[in-house]
């Protein structure tokens, strides 16, 4: 299988999913891509101060270019709306004022935190007309904000649109669950490969990823309540799945095994997860 890079450029940046972008990159499925990508905001090196100036990049289309900093879109060869989408084998390395070989970062104050680095949005454009807002998460990916999905985690994803056109960036160096104040220490990323494959046989409504810290399924909502149903709902389809258990008894068994947890609150749709450590069936 074949492996490309995709570096941050004029041709290959927007802020705003569409189904009629065209692909920066067309592939097929099993090739892998690396990227280099932009912090979230835009920015090209990192401000003197928390208030410093910050030379961003340009030029920026102000129709299509407001809104986190996404490279791609990449399209994949006869993916269709039935198909998910396997995004797998992440490998995450930063280039920004952090320690990369301690994984730590240190602020003017002397806090010192462990890095989990990930990226932040990793989706596709819904299948509606017009340009679509990088913000809110939708069943088709896009700013999940979910902290799990560090170096070595699969993400499955539900196709809307032909091609795919799967688009990354918004690069966070480390963020707690909720992401309570809209922001996790942002950054850019020198190198995000992806390995991209179709799975024409699974059928999902919400992303789903298997990560080193378990299996994960994600409800996304306005309402708080109604995305912990989704994400309830969606674990339990795969612990029938996966262990051919009856509704009722994977019920019963996910309230002994499964943890739920507030992806994110600040994004306008709501994001909970519901996971399932690995080893502990």
């Known amino acids: 299988m074949a492996t490309y890079t995709i570096e941050p450029e004029r041709r290959t940046l927007h802020g705003k999913f569409s189904r009629n972008f065209p692909p920066v990159l067309t592939i097929v499925s099993g090739d892998t891509v690396v990227y280099r990508t932009l912090d979230a905001g835009w920015n090209l090196e990192q401000p003197v101060t928390r208030l410093g100036t910050h030379k961003k990049f ?3 289309d102000p129709a299509r270019d407001f809104g986190h900093a996404l490279c791609g879109p990449i ?7 039935a198909h998910v989408l396997n995004v797998g084998e992440m490998d995450d390395h930063m280039a920004w004022t952090l320690d990369a070989e301690s ?8 806090l010192t935190l462990a890095l989990h680095p990930f990226m932040g949005v990793m989706g596709m ?28 985690s699969t993400l499955y994803l539900p196709i809307a649109v032909a091609g795919a056109l799967f688009s990354v960036g918004d690069g966070h160096a480390v963020q707690g669950d909720g992401e309570v104040c809209g922001t996790a220490i942002e950054c850019p990323m020198e190198r995000v490969s992806l390995t991209f494959h179709l799975r024409e046989n699974l059928r999902l409504t919400t992303p789903r990823a298997n990560t080193p ?12 309540n109604e995305a912990t149903v989704l994400a309830l709902n969606a674990m339990l389809d795969l612990m029938e799945e ?18 739920m947890r507030i992806t ?8 909970v997860h519901a996971l399932l450590p690995h080893g502990i069936m």
């Open 58 to 60: 340009e030029p920026r």
């Open 242 to 259: 996966q262990y051919a258990l009856s509704r009722q008894d994977a019920l019963a068994l996910a309230s002994l095994v499964v943890q």
């Open 125 to 152: 454009p819904p299948n509606e007309a017009g340009i679509h807002d990088t913000g809110p998460p939708r069943f088709c990916g896009g700013n999940l904000d979910c902290k799990e999905l560090v170096a070595g």
């Open 75 to 81: 399209a994949i060869q006869n993916a269709r709306t």
């Open 103 to 110: 994984m730590t970062g240190s602020n003017k104050y002397g």
């Open 213 to 224: 810290a378990g299996w994960l399924t994600m409800g996304l909502h306005e309402d708080l």
């Open 264 to 271: 994110q609150i600040v994004n306008g749709v709501r994001g």
